[in-house]
């Protein structure tokens, strides 16, 4: 298992300015993942933070809106830029630590408001 | 494309009920099923995965090829079952990057 956390649990910001959220497994893991859960919608996938390489984007989000550091095994970080309230969302990251392909751990998520 | 539907957003029953939390899916490679569960306050956890064919709090899934279908069952509902379930499809292949893909999820309440 993996033990996750988040900084900052929630935050309410002004349209036009960004926000970077920290992302902390107590062990060292290989994939680390970022996702939006948009108000009353699912999870979807940002994207793919791999340390040593580029992240890796899903369809419709782009590295200039949401740039991700992987530094090492342990951190990670996403940042929202020039927020809008569309912008509203939790932004949860997970690992991926479990036996099987799929089985992640996720930390308690980011409430971000955007005004 | 992977898609998973959850067609049930909400479902209530009573305590000692069974329940069915429904869940199909779309992909053309082997897919790799899994239940997550958010109870209140508390962040998404693995409830249960398809390959294991485990039961976990008294629930169980069977992965149903034919109808790709991947129904979470519990005989006798719990109070304490009460939560957001969400059915997740972890799909690979042709050795590119597989990502895990999320249905809307089903909000159970079971009643006293």
């Known amino acids: 298992s993996a033990v996750i956390s988040q900084k900052p649990s929630r935050d309410i910001c002004q349209r036009g300015t960004s926000l970077t959220i920290q992302c902390q497994v107590d062990s060292q893991v290989t994939m680390m993942f970022w996702y939006r859960q948009q108000p009353g919608q699912s999870l979807t996938l940002i994207a793919t933070?791999?340390?040593?390489?580029?992240?890796?984007?899903e369809s419709g989000f782009v590295i200039d809106k949401f740039p991700i550091s992987r530094p090492n095994l342990t951190f990670s970080t996403l940042t929202v830029s020039n927020m809008s309230p569309e912008d509203s969302s939790i932004y949860l990251c997970?690992?991926?630590?479990?036996?099987?392909?799929?089985?992640?751990?996720f930390g308690p998520g980011t409430r971000l408001t955007v005004l | 494309a992977q898609r998973v539907t959850q067609p049930e957003k909400l479902l209530s029953v009573f305590k000692g009920a069974p329940v069915e939390l429904k869940c199909n899916y779309s992909y053309s490679g082997s897919p790799e099923l899994f239940w997550y569960v958010q109870y209140s306050r508390q962040r998404l956890q693995l409830l249960l995965r398809h390959i294991s064919r485990e039961s976990i709090k008294g629930f169980t899934a069977d992965l149903n090829k034919g109808e790709t279908s991947f129904h979470l069952k519990k005989p006798f509902a719990q109070e304490e079952d009460s939560a957001m379930y969400y059915c997740a499809l972890s799909g690979s292949s042709g050795g590119s990057n597989y990502k895990l893909t999320f249905g809307k999820g089903t909000l159970l309440t079971v009643n006293p």
């Open positions: 933070a791999n340390q040593g390489s580029e992240a890796t984007y």
């Open positions: 997970s690992v991926e630590a479990g036996r099987e392909m799929g089985e992640q751990f």
